[in-house]
């Protein structure tokens, strides 16, 4: 569903939004200048927010708004690479997995019909040529039949110059997707040889034991090093070195030290690139594994499976699958 649908389910069922929620049944004295007339109502607005917050996940982020100045008490927004985060600070009710899935999903382009329903394609269909979103529409043909197709964002809306229709039957769209998806499966033909191999290289004893002893060794540099400074500092104070001297030689072992504690975290930080990349993968595959006999396209499946669909002329696509290997 998409935002504006979630909202008229939640009103719907009579659920409060979260200001009416603390005000009546927790019976707080929780103001929010933005509800009106005493409206518990959602708003796609608070459905952003609430798919957007990392509490949920057990995170501490703070930091979102400033004041402006000392003489100007009004409140600005903080650009997100200053804010504070803290993870791991209460108990989580929401998988981490789950929760990036949800607001990947949420960030994608998903206007609704009409009817309120979203379509499977929603926030997937690109245009190949200028890069924006395909826009879908109905047509109706000699005989009555109605019928659905894309065609680009920038031609219907801003300029019928800049670029073309690339005009895409859905009929079609989905024929293309299920052929190729079934045909990618089927190319698959050893995939629990391809399973057993993700989970033989995540669980490789030798190239963890290889990390772990570069890592030890780097320490035992970096202790070293730090028992050198503290001989340094003693053989200044009684008088074997000069104040240049010590000064000189700190700040060579301060910088060795620098670069060992960089070389530890590269590797922190490529050894988890890589456990992630090969988890995702391996949770490509197994969704593929999963999904082996699948004769019909739902929504679940195209986000599990794809990234995005680029749409050239002459009914042409191009995938780009999740699986990256």
Known sequence: MGKIAICKKLNDMGILNPT????LELKQNYNNSGIKNNSYLWTPSTIRNILNNEIYIGNTVQGKRRVKSYKIHKLENVPQEEWIKVENTHLKIIEKEIFEKARKISQND???QNSGI????????????CGFAMHKKTCKNKIGKIYEYYICGTYKKKSKVKCTRHNLKVEELEQAILQTIQEQIKSL???SEIIREFEE?????LQNESIRSFKSEKRQEIEKLGNLKRFLYEDWKNGDLTRNEYLE???KYDENIEKLEIAIRNIDEQSNKEKEINFN??????????????FKLDREILLELIEYIEVFENNKI????????
């Open 20 to 23: 009416g929620y603390k005000k």
């Open 110 to 112: 998903t206007r609704v």
């Open 118 to 129: 979203l379509s499977i394609w929603a926030g997937l269909l690109r245009c190949g040529d």
């Open 189 to 191: 033909v050893n995939v």
């Open 201 to 205: 290289k995540d669980n490789n004893n």
């Open 249 to 251: 030689y700190k700040q």
């Open 281 to 294: 993968n391996y949770k490509f595959i197994k969704e593929f594994e999963e999904n082996k006999n699948i």
């Open 318 to 325: 191009r995938i780009h699958f999740k699986f990256t290997k």
